[in-house]
């Protein structure tokens, strides 16, 4: 895939994203609205964190191995042996989801212990009632990393990206249907809802080229290879999930509906991340290891470089919009029903501090798939270990002095330094990929983007004086975007300059004054 082409796929992926994302604050909407912060809440979230942090240990090595290890393949040895990989990987995933599932059913209540330790009586009951059911999602959850990667491979970007669709309505009429009966139809309608993300992908993988096959082979040398390639991930992943045990830990024991506020400040903080990050990562990882298994270190310096121009050029004025509007934002999205003032200025607080490192967060997605793309696993491994201790000691210590706002900022600071850290190292590793340009193109952002927040943050309490606070949100919104385009192309920043330059050379006029599109 050509650099053009690159852009314009990430390009379609954030139109899809953004719908996907307005879909999923719906769900967030509706949760809050029926059952606000509050233990049931609390409850349901610590359900489903449980499988999703006991198998990403497991998944996410696998999902970062599986890119690099399959393109390898193919062009070493063939497709038919990247599928027979590929079969034996699902068919191992599998059998670790079984263990994982029987030990999770016969150890509930001292895992749901582990992750929430300030819950007692009911709501330690309801909470491992609610796991039980929730555990059977690490089948759908491991299949699915593997065939999106799959299907990335072969150049089916889309697919991975609108399976949040199906997956997002079914829980919205989960929620509908569990107001009027059960909770527990929020829990099945979950689980089923991750269901559908994996039988949506199945049939598209085929089309791809993917068959079944029964075989399960634990002495085969690529999965030897790719086990030697996921474990430092897995292992990295695992702190960063103690991390995460740590902050719903001191969450649930700060106060009642901690955890719910810090879950929702963070799907706002995702949203950007989401769709920004990860459809520009998404469309770049296999790019990249193609090139690294190429050998083409000149091509994929620039495509990194690229990749974290564009994500400057989004998530530095996203960053400073989230900073000036948190609390009309949290208003805005979830200050209705049994959201209460209190839950409220939770959110906020929490969603203040994440923004802090939103970019930080970003740029460490990107720069870490370059080593996993150059099959260098371990690097990114002591970097976020060496990240991950400084974040559960500032856990510790600003959670007693600005509560659940501290746990936030905790995770900010210690992602700035994970960030820093990674730019050291990969330098260090292939050599200058543009930084210059990159630090210039970052200063310019920056002061527009300050010079927008001002403006827009004037606006907002101009427009209060005579509108609502969530109309007078959206108006000064619509008032800083233009200004930080406007600055950002005056200031000549380079991102900008290519986009407009491509766009002039589509457009062409002829000799005869016409004008002729490419």
């Not at 296999?286 to 310096?301: F, H, V, Y």
């Not at 004037?458 to 609502?468: D, E, I, T």
């Not at 919104?477 to 050379?505: C, H, N, S, W």
């Amino acid at each position: 895939m050509e650099k053009k082409e690159m852009k314009k796929t990430a390009l379609i992926i954030m139109i899809i994203t953004v719908v996907s994302k307005l879909l999923g604050f719906g769900r967030e909407i509706l949760l809050s609205y029926f059952y606000g912060a509050s233990d049931i809440t609390d409850a349901y979230l610590v359900s489903l964190t449980i499988p999703g942090v006991i198998f990403s240990f497991i998944g996410v090595g696998i999902g970062t191995g599986f890119i690099p290890m399959f393109s390898r393949i193919r062009q070493d040895q063939g497709s038919e042996e990247a599928l027979r990989f590929t079969n034996n990987l699902i068919n191992g995933v599998l059998l670790c989801c079984t263990v994982i599932v029987l030990g999770g059913l016969v150890f509930t209540k001292p895992i749901v212990r582990v992750f929430a330790s300030g819950f007692s009586g009911e709501i330690l009951e309801l909470t491992i009632r609610f796991a039980r059911i929730s555990i059977f999602a690490i089948y759908f959850t491991g299949l699915i990393g593997i065939f999106s990667g799959y299907l990335r491979l072969n150049n089916s970007y889309l697919v991975p990206n609108v399976i949040g669709f199906p997956m997002n309505i079914i829980i919205i009429l989960s929620l509908f249907i569990s107001a009027k009966t059960s909770v527990y139809v929020l829990l099945v309608g979950t689980l089923l809802a991750r269901a559908t993300e994996l039988l949506f992908m199945v049939p598209f993988a085929r089309r791809k080229g993917y068959r079944f096959q029964p075989v399960l082979d634990f002495r085969d040398g690529n999965l030897k290879t790719m086990a030697h390639i996921a474990l430092p991930v897995i292992f990295g992943t695992s702190i960063e999930q103690v991390n995460k045990l740590v902050d719903r830990t001191l969450a649930s024991g700060i106060a009642v509906g901690g955890i719910s506020a810090l879950n929702y400040a963070a799907r706002l903080n995702g949203f950007v991340q989401g769709l920004f990050v990860m459809s520009i990562s998404t469309v770049m990882y296999p790019m990249i290891s193609k090139m690294a298994s190429e050998q083409n270190l000149r091509g994929l310096k620039y495509t990194l470089s690229e990749a974290i121009g564009m994500i400057n050029l989004m998530v530095i004025p996203a960053t400073v919009g989230a900073i000036i509007f948190a609390e009309p934002i949290v208003s805005l999205l979830f200050g209705r029903g049994a959201f209460t003032p209190e839950a409220a200025a939770m959110t906020s607080s929490a969603l203040k501090f994440y923004s802090i490192g939103m970019l930080a967060f970003g740029l460490r997605e990107i720069l870490s798939r370059a080593f996993y793309a150059l099959q260098d696993t371990k690097t990114p491994m002591v970097n976020g270990a060496i990240a991950v201790g400084l974040n559960i000691v500032l856990n510790i210590i600003l959670s007693r002095y600005i509560g659940i706002g501290g746990l936030a900022l905790a995770t900010s600071i210690a992602g700035i330094v994970a960030t820093i850290l990674f730019f050291i190292t990969l330098r260090k590793k292939i050599g200058g990929f543009g930084l210059r340009e990159i630090a210039a193109s970052f200063g310019k952002m920056t002061v527009a983007s300050i010079v927008m927040g001002f403006i827009a943050g004037g606006s907002y309490r101009y427009f209060g004086a005579v509108f609502g606070s969530n109309l007078s949100l959206i108006l000064a919104i619509g008032v800083g975007a233009p200004i930080y385009f406007v600055l950002i192309y005056l200031l000549r920043v380079p991102e900008v300059q290519r986009t407009m330059d491509a766009v002039k050379q589509r457009f062409k006029v002829n000799k005869f004054g016409e004008q002729e599109i490419e």
